[in-house]
C-alpha cells in the first residue's frame, strides 16, 4: 500500500459514500444505492469516479422516450444511473445513456441491481453513447469482499461532501444528549 | 421469508400496528431470544472455553490482559488495556478522550506485535486506527463507588456488601460498543458467518461479556482476594447509551422486521399452545415470583422513572395473585393468562410476553438464528402509482394521520455532529442545523408520497423519474408489505417523541435489563447481569438478574 493509500472496511466506505451523496444534494434513495454499489462491488477506480462525479452535484435526469427505448441526454452517472435501472426493471427495453460522465460506475452499479434486484442487465458502447439491456440471467455474484485500498486524496473528496451534512455541536445540543460531564457515580 | 419460522398468516402474530408503536418499544423487556442469551446457549453447545494467557497488571491496576475464548475450531481474543484516569476525566460522554479502560476483541490470539500495534490504538478509541482482525472496540470506565467498594471489602477480608452490589449492578460501564467496520474494524460480513457468531451483534455481546470478566479480575487483583461466587455473578457490565443508537432502528429495517417478527413468533408459538406440563407451569410460577423480585429491587434515580417501576412492580403482584398454577395447566390456560396480563396496561404486558417465553425454549429457540439478516428494501418500479398508493393507504395509516402542518409534528430534527459524528437531537426554530437534518422521518416522508401520488396506471419508475426525492419513501412502503414490523410505527420528529424508547427496544433485544433511564436521551443498563461466569460456561442463565 502507497504512503497516500488508505486500507478502509466496506462498512466504513459505505457509510462515508452515504453521507457524502447526500451532501453532495443526492436524492437519499440514490445515496443508497450508491453506498451498496460502491463499497460492495467498486474497487478504487469507481471510488474515485465516484468522488469526481459528486462534484457536479445533482440535476434532473434528461431522458425522452423514442421507439421503446428511454434516452438520457448528457448523462451523469449518479443522477441517471438509478432511473435508468429502474426503467428497465419496470420493462423499458433499452436505455442509451448519452455522454456519460463516468462510466467506471456502471459496473458496480449494474452489479448491485443483480445482487438486491436480481435484475441482470450488460452494458455496451463507450464514450458518447452507452447501452443498458437485460441479459439472461446467471449464477448470482458473489461481493468481492475484504477490504478495499482508496487514495487517501480519494477519502478526503468523500468526506468534505459528507461534512455537508454535518452541524457544528453547541452546548445547547449536547445537554442533555448523554451522560453527564463528569460521571464519578 | 426467514427459516424456521412460520409464516405471517400461520400464527395469530400480535400485529404491527400494536407492536410497533413507540410506547409500546419503550416498555420492551429482555427475553430468551435476547442476544445475550442467544451466545450463551450457543457458547454452552460448542463447549467453548475461556484462558486468560496474558496478565500485566501493577499493583493499581493498570496494565494489560488478554482473555481467550475458544469454540468451533476457532480462538478469539479480549485485549484489555487498563490506565490511570483522573476523576475529573471520568465521563461516560461520547466525546471522552480516556477511559479506565479501553478493549478490542481480536481475532485469533495476538502477538507481540499485534499487541504493541493494538496498544497504541485501542486507548485512543474513535481517534486510533483498527484492522481487519480487530472485530470490536469498546471502552468503559468504573463504577467508582462500589468498584472502590469491592476492592476495599476483599482488602479486608470481607465479601462486599450485597446491596451494594444489587443496587448499582456493575463494577464498570461501557460507554461505547463499536463493530462492523467502524474506525477500520473488520467487516462483519467477514466473520458472520462462523458458528456462535451469526447472531446480530454476537461479537459485540461477546466482548461485552468478556469485559465483565475482566473487570471481576481487576477487582479481585487490587482486592488481593477472590468475590463470592454468587455476588461476581450479579456483577454485569453497565453501559450508557445515549442518542448514537437510536437511529439504528430506522436504518435497518429489515433487521427489525426481523427481531420483532422473531419475538413474536414466538409469543404466538407459545400461546397456541393448548395445554403444557406440569413442569413448564412451574417453571412459570418460579419465574413470575423471580420477576417480581425484580421488580422489586430495580432501583434508578429518576423520580418519574421509579414510579413507572414502582406501579409495575404493583401491576405484576396483582397479576400473579390473578392466576395459579391450576390455570396455567387448563387448556387454553397461557391464552387466557395473557389476555389478563394486557388488562394491566402495556407495561405489564410487555414484561408478561418476555415471561411466557422463559420455559419453552425447545418450541422457541430455533428462531434465534433467524433474527439475523443482511436484506435491504428494494423497489419495484414496475408497480403502479395507484398499487403504491393503496399500499401506503393500507401499511402506513400511522403516518398519514400526522398533520406536518402542524409546527410540533416536525418540532425536532436529526442531525449528525461536526464534532464526534454522532447523532443528535435538535430543536428546529431554537437549534441551527436543520437544512442538514438527517432523514429519519419515515412518517413524514410517507405522507409527502401519498400526496404527491397520482391515483393512476403510470408505471412507478415514471413518476418517480420526475420525483426522486420520493424513491426511498416508495420503497420503504412496498417493503412493508412483506416486512410489516420493520417500521417504527411513529412520527420520531414529533416534539413528543422520545428517543430513549427506540434505545429501550433495541437494548432489550441486547438482553440488557435495569433500565435506568437517565433523561428522554439516554439511559445506563445493565448486560450479563446474572449470567455464567467465564468459567460456568453451560450454566443456566437467568431471564431477570436476581440476587
Known amino acids: 500500500m502507497a504512503p497516500r493509500d488508505l486500507s478502509v472496511s466496506r462498512a466504513e466506505l459505505f457509510a462515508l459514500v452515504l453521507r457524502a451523496c447526500r451532501g453532495a444534494g443526492l436524492p437519499q434513495s440514490h445515496g443508497e444505492d450508491f453506498a451498496v454499489a460502491v463499497s460492495r462491488f467498486g474497487d478504487r477506480a469507481a471510488i474515485e469516479a465516484l468522488a469526481r462525479a459528486l462534484v457536479a452535484g445533482w440535476r434532473m435526469p434528461s431522458l425522452r422516450e423514442e421507439g421503446g427505448r428511454l434516452w438520457v441526454s448528457d448523462a451523469r452517472a449518479t443522477c441517471d444511473l438509478p432511473v435508468a435501472c429502474d426503467a428497465l426493471f419496470a420493462g423499458v427495453s433499452e436505455v442509451r445513456l448519452e455522454a456519460l460522465d463516468e462510466p467506471g460506475l456502471i459496473a458496480p452499479f449494474l452489479a448491485r441491481e443483480t445482487q438486491e434486484r436480481a435484475l441482470f442487465l450488460r452494458a455496451s458502447g463507450g464514450p458518447g453513447l452507452w447501452v443498458l439491456k437485460r441479459r439472461q440471467p446467471e449464477r448470482e455474484l458473489s461481493p468481492p469482499g475484504g477490504r478495499i485500498t482508496v487514495a487517501r486524496e480519494t477519502f478526503n473528496a468523500l468526506q468534505s461532501h459528507a461534512a455537508k451534512t454535518y452541524v457544528p455541536a453547541t452546548q445547547t445540543s449536547r445537554q442533555g444528549a448523554g451522560a453527564g460531564a463528569i460521571d464519578n457515580d | ?547
Open chain 2, 1 to 547: 421469508m426467514m427459516d424456521g419460522a412460520p409464516s405471517f398468516s400461520e400464527l395469530a402474530l400480535r400485529p404491527p400496528g400494536e407492536v410497533m408503536r413507540l410506547e409500546r418499544l419503550g416498555v420492551m423487556q429482555p427475553t430468551r431470544l435476547s442476544f445475550l442469551r442467544v451466545l450463551m446457549r450457543k457458547l454452552s453447545e460448542m463447549n467453548a472455553t475461556v484462558t486468560r494467557p496474558l496478565w500485566e497488571m501493577s499493583d493499581k491496576g493498570h496494565g494489560r490482559a488478554v482473555y481467550t475464548i475458544r469454540f468451533a475450531g476457532r480462538a478469539y481474543s479480549l485485549v484489555a488495556f487498563s490506565q490511570a484516569l483522573a476523576d475529573e476525566e471520568r465521563t461516560d460522554r461520547v466525546i471522552a478522550t480516556k477511559w479506565d479502560a479501553a478493549f478490542v476483541l481480536f481475532d485469533g490470539v495476538p502477538d507481540d506485535a499485534d499487541l504493541a500495534r493494538l496498544a497504541h490504538n485501542v486507548p485512543l478509541q474513535e481517534a486510533g486506527r483498527l484492522g481487519p482482525r480487530d472485530l470490536v472496540l469498546s471502552r468503559a470506565n468504573k463504577s467508582v463507588r462500589l468498584f472502590e467498594h469491592v476492592v476495599q471489602a476483599l482488602r479486608a477480608g470481607r465479601q462486599p456488601d450485597k446491596q451494594m452490589i444489587r443496587d448499582t449492578g456493575y463494577l464498570m460501564r461501557t460507554t461505547a460498543v463499536y463493530g462492523n467496520g467502524k474506525f477500520g474494524l473488520a467487516d462483519r460480513e467477514t466473520f458472520a458467518k462462523r458458528d456462535g457468531l451469526t447472531g446480530p451483534f454476537a461479537a459485540e455481546m461477546l466482548t461485552v461479556w468478556l469485559i465483565r470478566a475482566f473487570t471481576h479480575d481487576l477487582a479481585e487483583h487490587l482486592g488481593g482476594a477472590p468475590i463470592d461466587r454468587a455476588l461476581k455473578r450479579h456483577l454485569g457490565i453497565g453501559n450508557a447509551t445515549g442518542l448514537g443508537m437510536a437511529p439504528f432502528l430506522v436504518s435497518h429495517p429489515m433487521l427489525v422486521d426481523a427481531w420483532f417478527r422473531v419475538r413474536e413468533t414466538a409469543l404466538a408459538r407459545v400461546l397456541a399452545l393448548g395445554e403444557i406440563s406440569e413442569e413448564e407451569a412451574e417453571a412459570l410460577m418460579k419465574s413470575a415470583s423471580e420477576a417480581g423480585k425484580y421488580l422489586s429491587s430495580w432501583r434508578v434515580s429518576e423520580t418519574d422513572a421509579q414510579a413507572e417501576i414502582d406501579a409495575l412492580a404493583g401491576a405484576w403482584s396483582e397479576f400473579r395473585a390473578g392466576f395459579t398454577k391450576a390455570a396455567l395447566l387448563s387448556p387454553g390456560g397461557l391464552r387466557r393468562v395473557f389476555a389478563k396480563a394486557k388488562a394491566h396496561g402495556t407495561a405489564l404486558e410487555e414484561l408478561a410476553a418476555a415471561w411466557l417465553l422463559e420455559p419453552f425454549g425447545a418450541l422457541i429457540d430455533d428462531l434465534a438464528e433467524a433474527q439475523a439478516t443482511d436484506a435491504t428494501p428494494e423497489l419495484d418500479a414496475a408497480m403502479t402509482c395507484r398499487a403504491l398508493k393503496a399500499l401506503i393507504e393500507e401499511n402506513c395509516a400511522w403516518a398519514l394521520e400526522c398533520d406536518f402542518e402542524s409546527p410540533e409534528a416536525q418540532a425536532q430534527f436529526w442531525y449528525v455532529s461536526e464534532e464526534k459524528l454522532e447523532p443528535r437531537l435538535g430543536l428546529r426554530g431554537r437549534d441551527a442545523g436543520c437544512e442538514r437534518e438527517t432523514p429519519l422521518d419515515s412518517a413524514r416522508q410517507f405522507n409527502a408520497l401519498h400526496e404527491a401520488l397520482p391515483a393512476a396506471e403510470t408505471p412507478l419508475w415514471r413518476f418517480l423519474a420526475e420525483h426522486p426525492e420520493h424513491r426511498a419513501a416508495a420503497r420503504r412502503a412496498q417493503m412493508l408489505a412483506h416486512h410489516p414490523y420493520a417500521e417504527v410505527r411513529a412520527n420520531l420528529l414529533a416534539q413528543e417523541a422520545a428517543p430513549i424508547q427506540l434505545l429501550r427496544a433495541k437494548l432489550s433485544f441486547f438482553g440488557a435489563t435495569r433500565f435506568d433511564p437517565k433523561s428522554r436521551l439516554w439511559t445506563r443498563v445493565t448486560l450479563a447481569q446474572g449470567l455464567p461466569l467465564h468459567d460456568e460456561i453451560g450454566r443456566e442463565s437467568p431471564w431477570l438478574p436476581v440476587i
